[in-house]
């Protein structure tokens, strides 16, 4: 593909390789915010009186135009997503210690800065309360843009936009081959992934059939899925190649979102962007990789993005389990997976929202492949000798995860158990009630 200036976006990528030494852990986590008992999501202006409370802690507003829209410190920010969810984005973290202080710390802040909003959060992959007709939305213009544009290819997009919460792990590369070799193993390992951090089975009030609907809301939504690259040789040209075919969905200029009616980014770099003379630069393209909602996704870092939204589980444990292959079981843990076959996976993938660790890929059972992956995890993470004040090494936070391959109940079938014992969702707890976990 000859573009102009077409090496200075694959060294976009290429300046992400970080050394072997200085390899960082970030977590992004997603959480619903309810008023009171009736359960009904809160309004933008419950919201901004929330992002008030918090500047006692060191949080200083964001804005688009007059409108506040999240909450920045040092390097980490609260964000609005578009049915007013509220995501922290943390900082790159050295240890899983860091990782689970840091969304303890969080969770605490809102607790406190809630207090007299009656703001209440629960902790789950998809909103079980509300039709997509009775929540908010964020006053962010590009989600304006996402609203109109998004369904076009996925009949499913607002429902995912809206109606769920999710946690992304960032993990750094320390090379190309490295990259591809996390790119790859990360997509291989989607459908275990959503089996082990199931957390989303009710939809309006009611079972929906999944163990993880949020994932399989986001299987019907445009731009994301699984990279068909992922199956492949993979290099930082390969995937600049792809990312660039996908529509644009907007462009930036003094602050202003001009829409480009559907036009992919390559045209954008060629400079035959319809509403715009000036070609893409790099701060463009950087706002494209954002706006690709795969399931495993390259800006210059590495982002995991398959687990539902949950308490500790996710914030610590999640982490914790891919810190361990990724960082020191890579090589183990890839020539086991390259084994697998495309259609195989491909199969497990868009079962695993509904049968969960049941889910058969190349003749074993998800939760057969999960020991296998936990073992490595645990050893990685051993190896890694990162020890908290009490001593305790990283392996502490495997405890969920160990529970659910042992057991071969992920959370999801938790909450089912409780569902059927009262026929309704009562059993749902306010987030702020739960947050002391036993690894640190």
Known sequence: MDIKNKSQFIEYFSKGIKNQNNLKIGVEHERFLFEGENKKRISYETLKKLFENLKVNGWEPLYEKENIIGMQRDNQQITTEPGLQCELSGAPLENIHQVCSESSKFLKEIETASKGLNINTVSIGFDPFNNLSDIPQSPKS???????????GGKQS?????????IQINYDYTSEENFEKIFRLGNYLTPLTIALYSNSPFESGKPVGYYSYRNKVWQNTSRGGIMPIAFEKVNFEKYFDHVIAYPILFAIREKNYIEPNGQPFKDFILGNFANLKDEASLQDFETHLATIFTEVRLKQFIEVRSLDACDWECLCDGPAFFTGIFYKG????????MK?????????????????????????????????FFDIAKRGLVERKQVNSKGNDETVYLKHVENVIK???????LLL?????????DFFKNEKENFNYSGF
């Not at 607002?158 to 999710?166: A, D, I, N, V």
Request: hydrophobic share 30%; aromatic share 10%.
């Open 158 to 166: 607002l429902e995912m936009m809206y109606r769920t919460c999710g």
């Open 340 to 372: 697998w076959k495309k259609e195989n996976v491909m199969n497990a993938y868009l079962e695993s929202p509904k049968k969960g660790l049941e889910t058969e890929l190349e003749g074993k059972k998800l939760h057969e492949w999960g020991n296998i």
């Open 407 to 413: 057991n071969k109940k992920n959370r999801a079938q």
């Open 142 to 152: 590009r989600y304006k843009i996402m609203t109109k544009e998004m369904p076009k």
């Open 330 to 337: 890579l090589d183990e843990a890839f020539e086991i997976a």
């Open 417 to 425: 158990d409780q569902y059927k014992k009262t026929n309704n969702l």
